[in-house]
């Protein structure tokens, strides 16, 4: 039997434009037709669900998460958690998410080939779970983000060796690929969280980065760079990275950059305003704390120059970092709004523009005829108060319902 959804606003990123008043046919795990809704629905050929009252957008996409982090300050985690323990975090996480209306995530990097063991068995059918986009782990120089900083006599095998030179990154750009990566995420500069480097150095050179973007295009996918520090989100750029993940200390050469690649800029606002408001409460270091802070000062210039002249915006989170929880990623929804995005904007970031990124909106990323079934719906209408995208009271996923 075929699914018709009642929906009293439907937000159709294709454009922009709130519908009102329309029904979504399923039929199995995609979307048979759009239509504006009929009076009378017959309960023998439809299971109906109304949502008259709610405002129904496309599955929501998240395009930088951490599946295998909590949020949580525990600094022994990394030393004694088993492999295993990672593994029960990431499908907690990949549920939780689900539940909020995000249908889809990007897994930024992740203890050894977690997130790609979670997204097989997502795939699989064995556990809810949001949709992953996996890159295995992100590739580090040595001493840079990412990097281990044990003792010089203690190694692992959970996170991958550091690149130095282009030999060595294009090994491990193969490396990631071989082991079943969707994408390849790069540490550019320094961050917030890494320890005894300042957030803007640029850790990959030039001709490093060139090397990974080289196998990304043999191998033909994307690329994301962590990168705080100005230098090294503009070489970031130059070598042909698709997105930019942070980005926040921009400057006019870097925004053009931007606009001439087509480079993709996932703000992640939430990140360092949660180590800033939260940080002193939760006990994290006080050098972490002013490097967030001096990240969170120019960041928001660089994202109202971004939007005035066109870069390409994506929804991202870096959910998982400190006090940054799985499943209340909406509240940079308003965030960005607070830096100059409209909510329809915002919206769009987390529909189509990612689905964009993802090279998937094909697949799922609005609500049309012939694409996945990915839907979720809120109370309220975040065009009228963004901080309604904190409240999803539905969610499906190529046509199963998870939320009602």
Not at 60 to 86: C, K
Not at 130 to 140: E, H
Not at 154 to 172: C, N, Q, V
Request: aromatic share 8%.
């Amino acid at each position: 039997m075929k699914t018709a959804i009642k929906c009293g606003k439907l937000f159709n990123s294709n454009d922009g434009s709130i519908l009102e008043n329309m029904l979504i046919v399923v039929d199995g795990k995609n979307i048979a037709e759009v239509i504006p809704c009929p009076q009378n629905l017959s309960a023998e050929e439809y299971e109906v669900i109304d949502l008259s009252d709610k405002f129904v957008t496309p599955g929501l996409i998240d395009a930088h998460v951490h599946l295998s982090s909590t949020g949580h300050n525990d600094p022994y985690s990394a030393s004694q958690a088993l492999l295993g323990d990672f593994v029960i975090r990431a499908l907690e996480n990949a549920k939780t998410n689900l539940m909020a209306g995000f249908t889809t995530v990007r897994d930024c990097g992740s203890q050894g080939f977690v997130n790609v063991s979670v997204r097989n068995a997502i795939n699989a059918g064995k556990f809810a779970g949001s949709r992953v986009f996996a890159c295995g782990g992100g590739i580090s120089s040595t001493g840079g983000h990412a990097d281990t900083h044990f003792s010089p006599y203690i190694s692992t095998t959970l996170s991958p060796a550091p690149a130095d030179g282009p030999y060595e990154a294009r090994k491990l750009a193969r490396y990631n690929l071989k082991y079943g990566a969707d994408f390849i995420k790069v540490m550019a500069t320094g961050g917030v969280m890494s320890l005894g480097t300042t957030v803007g150095s640029q850790q990959l050179t030039q001709d490093e980065l060139d090397a990974i973007c080289e196998i990304a295009r043999m191998y033909g996918v994307h690329t994301a760079a962590h990168a705080h520090g100005t230098e090294g989100i503009k070489a970031a750029a130059k070598a042909g990275i698709t997105s930019i993940e942070h980005g926040m200390m921009l400057d006019d050469e870097a925004i053009e950059l931007f606009l001439e690649h087509g480079t993709y800029h996932t703000p992640t606002i939430i990140a360092a305003e949660r180590i800033i408001t939260c940080g002193p409460e939760m006990g994290l270091q006080g050098w972490m704390i002013d490097k967030a802070k001096q990240v969170y000062e120019r960041h928001e210039w660089g994202i109202r120059e971004g939007l005035r002249l066109g870069v390409k915006h994506t929804f991202g989170t870096d959910s998982g970092t400190p006090s940054n929880f799985h499943g209340k990623q909406g509240y940079e929804f308003e965030l960005m709004c607070k830096f100059g995005f409209t909510p329809v904007q915002a919206l769009t970031a987390a529909t189509k523009t990612n689905a964009e990124l993802l090279s998937s909106f094909d697949r799922f990323g609005s609500v049309d005829a012939g694409k996945l079934a990915d839907i979720a719906a809120f109370d309220g209408d975040p065009t009228l108060d963004i901080t309604a995208m904190k409240n999803c009271c539905f969610v499906m996923k190529e046509g199963t319902v998870y939320k009602k």
